[in-house]
């Protein structure tokens, strides 16, 4: 599976983005798919995550401004991003995990201003 993602920019803070991650088959059998980040110099970390059962979890700094959404029939996983800070500030992946293999797309840089 190859996983494309699109949607970041530059933003100020308070703002808005939707991250799109476009897979290129079928996600309905992917078990899990989930959005990392990784800010310059810190490690990567978990931000959102969702299963083919729709049950999400989000890291706690992220909890009431994002939202994962997953839809099947377009093949694509979605991360809105609402009332970014410039903590948020980072490159972003996205990541699927089917049963026996895991795949990550390419990164979007998203970038809130202060």
């Known amino acids: 599976v190859q996983l494309q993602a699109s949607g970041g920019g530059l933003v100020q803070a308070g703002g808005s983005l939707r991250l799109s991650c476009a897979a290129s088959r079928s996600i309905f059998s992917l078990n899990y798919m989930g959005w990392y980040r990784q800010a310059p110099g810190k490690q990567r970390e978990l931000v959102a995550s969702?299963?083919?059962?729709?049950?999400?979890h989000y890291t706690d700094s992220v909890k009431g401004r994002f939202t994962i959404s997953r839809d099947n029939a377009k093949n694509t996983v979605y991360l809105q991003m609402n009332s970014l800070k410039p903590e948020d500030t980072a490159v972003y992946y996205c990541?699927?995990?089917?049963?026996?293999?895991?795949?990550w797309g390419q990164g979007t840089l998203v970038t809130v201003s202060s």
């Open positions: 969702i299963t083919s059962g729709d049950s999400t």
């Open positions: 990541h699927a995990i089917a049963i026996s293999s895991e795949y």
